[in-house]
């Protein structure tokens, strides 16, 4: 879990930094008005997303259903919440 917040981060970084030496030049001022803005509008959307799956997985555990792994779809992660999110996540896209 430590790894991808890393992971996370350093993406999040590198695209920041991106930004900033785009902005130097006015040509690409409004991209990344545009983009800011866009990226602030997704943020209430993926926190509701996230919500949602965590609660169907919750829901999930509740009613002992556990992760269906017959084929070692999910034997890379070591995590059974992150196990159970992502077979929560394929089940709602069908």
């Known amino acids: 879990m430590t790894e991808i917040t890393l992971q996370t981060v350093i993406i999040f970084q590198s695209f920041w930094k991106c930004l900033y030496y785009i902005r130097i030049y006015d040509s690409y001022l409004k991209l990344i008005t545009i983009s800011s803005n866009i990226f602030v509008d997704v943020?209430?959307?993926?926190?509701?997303?996230?919500?949602?799956?965590f609660g169907f997985m919750k829901i999930s555990q509740v009613i002992e259903?556990?992760?269906?792994?017959?084929?070692?779809?999910?034997?890379?992660?070591?995590?059974?919440?992150?196990?159970?999110?992502?077979?929560?996540?394929?089940?709602?896209?069908?």
Request: no cysteine; glycine share 4%; charged share 20%.
């Open 43 to 53: 943020i209430p959307y993926i926190t509701i997303v996230s919500t949602v799956l």
């Open 65 to 94: 259903m556990g992760v269906n792994d017959e084929e070692d779809e999910y034997k890379q992660y070591s995590s059974p919440i992150i196990k159970l999110m992502i077979q929560q996540y394929k089940s709602a896209n069908g």
